[in-house]
């Protein structure tokens, strides 16, 4: 199992993209 965590510096930043290469990269698990 795969597990990712996606994280911005800032508010005004975005984690779409962190997020849709978790899952291309199969992580079945996403924190924030």
């Not at 930043?13 to 899952?23: G, I, K, P, S, V």
Request: hydrophobic share 35%; with cysteine.
């Amino acid at each position: 199992m795969l597990i990712g965590y996606v994280r911005v510096s800032t508010n005004d930043q975005n984690t779409d993209l962190q997020r849709n290469a978790l899952n291309c990269a199969g992580c079945e698990r996403i924190f924030e």
